[in-house]
Every structure is written in C-alpha cells, then in structure tokens.
C-alpha cells in the first residue's frame, strides 16, 4: 500500500468506492436493518458479578485495553493514536462517561457497533474499528463485555478528531466499502472439527481479530482472504507484522504448540526474543490473562491452518 502515492490511491477510492453507492447503499441498509439487533436486549443469565468477570476476560481477549487507552491515559478513556496510509485514527473512550464516552449507549447500540459497524447516530465507522471481525461475537459475549465497561469508573476525556485527509475522512464513502468487503455474520463452528479448534477459531477470527493485523491488506484497506494470518510488511504504525501461519519457512511451522502458548503468556519466541510494538501490547494487556485452555485453542487453530509462504520481511 506504501507504494501507491496518495494520488492514485485517492483516484481508486472514489472510482471504486462512489461507483455502487447508489445501488450498494440501499442493499447494505436493507441488511443492516434485518441484521438490526433487538432493542430489548438484556444481559445473559446468571449474577451481576460473574457477567461482569466474563466480561473483563472477553475484554482482554478483544485486545479493548491496549486500542482504547493512550500512553499516559486513564484505561479505555481512548484517544491512542493509529497511523495508517489513510491517515492517523484516534480510539474513542470506551468508558461509562455520558457525555464523552458509552455511557448512554443502549444494548442495541452496541451490539449494532460491534456487529454491523454503526454509529449510535447512524453513520458508518471506518474499518479501522475491527467490526470485520468483531461481528462473528456472539451476542451473548458482546452483552458481557458491555457489562464490564459499564461497571468501570466513568472518565470524561473527549474524543479526538481523526487526522484523515480528504477524502477519505468522507463517513459516507463506506457504504461502498462496506457492499465490497464486509460480510456481517455471527461466528460458524465447524461440525467435523474439535470443540478446541473451534474456539480457537472463535479467539482468533472474531473476538481476538488476529487477522486485522496479521493479513496483508489491498489499496483500499481491506484485508486480502487469500493471504489471511500471513504477515503484514504494513501493519499498525508501519510495523511489520509476522506470518503466524505453518509453513515452516516463513512462519511458525517449526513451533510446537508450547511455543505458541508460551509466547502469548509471555511475549518470548523460541529464538528467545521478545516481541516489540503492538503485539507486546496485546500480551501485556490481553492474552496473558487468559486461561491455558484458551492459549492451547488458538495454538491449535493456528497450527492447523493451511501453510501459506509469505516473507514480510522482504516486502519493503
């Protein structure tokens, strides 16, 4: 993406994304509308205080922590920032504020967040917000995780403008990206594979979003299917992203499954180095929290996902 000088990038946005809005629009919202979730949503069965714990865990498990809070600020207050080609986004705050953050969010809002990427007011967010992804949680662990934010000490902190040059700061150009890209959908297990690698598969692709920084992504910012878990030589910040798929030459192939548990508990590779730069984050506020059982459902799925041969390290 690096490549393509802003220009060229901006011609293929308008030409790509304004061609299908008329027609994509319309079809998009009928989705939206059918996809809609109940207004009288309400948190699943049991006490106040195990929906709550569950939803901190979930919370850990979506990497909440580590894109909702700026080095130096109050945890998910937002306001970290997130460069990109497209420009610099700023994560909202996330807190119970009423004013400045979630605090006046029904259930129904934040479901229509998490699963279709929609605003409370009715506009898209950009996909920068992991909804990709995030729309395979289950409505159940959705509500659980709003509990837990809600049962956090609210913060005012305003939210800050996203830096995005025109005119990819246009909300209304993703509709088109959405008809192109977004498949919204709960999470699928699969009936001949084990209860392990399906809620690997669930931790990975839906709540985890692994691919959202693992996956090359094309001009337009959308991940690419065939390259999914390979790597990204252009990932959050510029960083570059390793290919977490088998093949032994590019990837973690040459990992046994202790390896991978012990890098998400503790942020060390087998070569014993240590990683660096987001996915430092995402085990330093996420997955070392989580359960053994977990870490070995999401070693299993990975280590069962087709080799796929990719060197990022010789992308730039």
Same mark, same amino acid.
């Given at each position: ?7 060229q990038?901006?011609a293929?946005?308008?030409a ?6 008329p027609?994509g629009?319309?079809?998009l919202?009928?989705r939206l509308i059918l996809?809609?979730? &109940?207004?009288?949503?309400e948190?699943?069965?049991g006490t ?8 901190e865990y979930?919370t850990?498990?979506g ?11 109050e ?5 970290r920032?997130l460069a ?7 994560s909202?705050?996330?807190t119970? &504020? ?12 934040f ?6 990427g ?8 950009f ?6 992804s ?7 662990d959705?509500?659980?995780i709003?509990?837990?934010l809600f049962?956090r000490?609210a ?5 800050r403008?996203?830096?995005v040059?025109?005119?990819f ?5 993703q509709?088109g990206w ?6 919204p959908?709960?999470?699928r297990?699969?009936?001949?594979r084990?209860e ?6 669930y931790?990975v692709?839906?709540?985890g979003?692994c ?5 090359p992504?094309n ?7 065939s390259l999914q878990?390979?790597?990204?030589s &252009?990932?959050p ?5 390793p290919n977490?798929?088998?093949?032994p ?7 046994e499954?202790?390896d991978l548990?012990?890098?998400l ?5 087998p070569?014993?180095?240590t990683?660096?730069?987001?996915m430092?984050?995402?085990i330093?506020d996420g997955?070392k929290?989580?359960?053994?059982d ?7 799925y990975?280590?069962a ?8 390290t010789?992308?730039?």
């Open positions: 993406m690096r490549t393509m000088r802003r220009w990038r901006w293929l946005l308008v790509v994304l304004v061609a299908p809005l027609f629009a319309l079809l919202s009928d996809d809609e979730p &109940d207004a009288s949503a948190l699943p069965v106040v205080e195990n929906i709550v714990t569950k939803g979930l850990r498990a990497g909440c922590f580590s894109c909702h809070t700026a080095p130096g600020g945890p998910l207050a937002g306001g920032a990109t080609p497209f420009g610099t986004f700023y909202p705050n996330i119970p &504020d009423a004013e400045t953050g979630i605090g006046r969010w029904t259930d129904a809002q479901l229509r967040a998490l699963h279709n929609v605003r409370p007011d009715g506009s898209d967010y996909p920068v917000f992991p909804y990709p995030f729309t395979g949680i289950t409505r159940v959705a509500l659980a709003k509990a837990y049962s000490p913060v005012r902190h305003p939210n403008a996203h830096d040059a025109f005119p700061s246009w909300r209304f150009l509709s959405r008809l192109l890209f977004f498949t959908g709960p999470f297990s699969s009936p001949d084990t392990a690698y399906n809620r690997g598969a931790l692709t839906a709540l979003h691919g959202e920084c693992h996956t992504r001009a337009l910012g959308a991940t690419r299917p878990l390979a790597g990204n &252009d990932g910040d510029g960083q570059t992203v977490i798929t088998p093949d030459a590019t990837g973690i192939g040459k990992w499954k202790a548990i012990g890098l508990k503790t942020g060390t590779t070569e014993q180095t990683v660096k730069g987001a430092r984050e995402a330093t997955f929290y989580l359960r053994d977990d870490l070995a459902a999401i070693a299993d990975l280590l996902q087709p080799p796929i041969v990719h060197d990022v010789r992308q730039h």
